[in-house]
Nanobody, 125 residues
Framework: QVQLVESGGGSVQAGGSLRLSCAASGSMYSRVFMGWFRQAPGKEREGVAS???????TYADSVKGRFTISQANARNTLYLQMNSLTPEDTAIYYC???????????????????WGQGTQVTVSS
């Protein structure tokens, strides 16, 4: 079992920054894949960024150069630093974890078994 608890969401104006945190606990095997996903109203959940134990990161094209994923405390804390936010970034953001899977699926939700409750990010123009 894995427990994930997100924090750090909120409202910000376009161009601003937010940092999301995810406190993780439980099976390390089930946390080989860790990442951030988001879901905007009326849209499917999409992968934003992932990070492996060795620090290898993957980003969605829409956030490259603006978002940074990182980990700390022996992978018990996951961060998502979000800069240059736009209204299109408005969504509920979820922390996710999963066991070993296909490396080319690191941003697919099907690779992840455990999800946090989500934190709302709202960007106004």
């Amino acid at each position: 079992q894995v427990q994930l608890v997100e924090s750090g969401g909120g409202s910000v104006q376009a161009g601003g920054s937010l940092r999301l945190s995810c406190a993780a606990s439980g099976s390390m095997y089930s946390r080989v894949f860790m990442g951030w996903f988001r879901q905007a109203p009326g849209k499917e959940r999409e992968g934003v960024a992932s990070i492996l134990r060795d620090g290898t990161t993957t980003y969605a094209d829409s956030v490259k150069g603006r978002f940074t994923i990182s980990q700390a405390n022996a992978r018990n804390t996951l961060y998502l630093q979000m800069n240059s936010l736009t209204p299109e970034d408005t969504a509920i953001y979820y922390c996710a974890a999963g066991p070993p899977g296909r490396m080319d699926w690191v941003l697919r939700s099907s690779n992840y078994n455990y999800w946090g409750q989500g934190t709302q990010v709202t960007v106004s123009s």
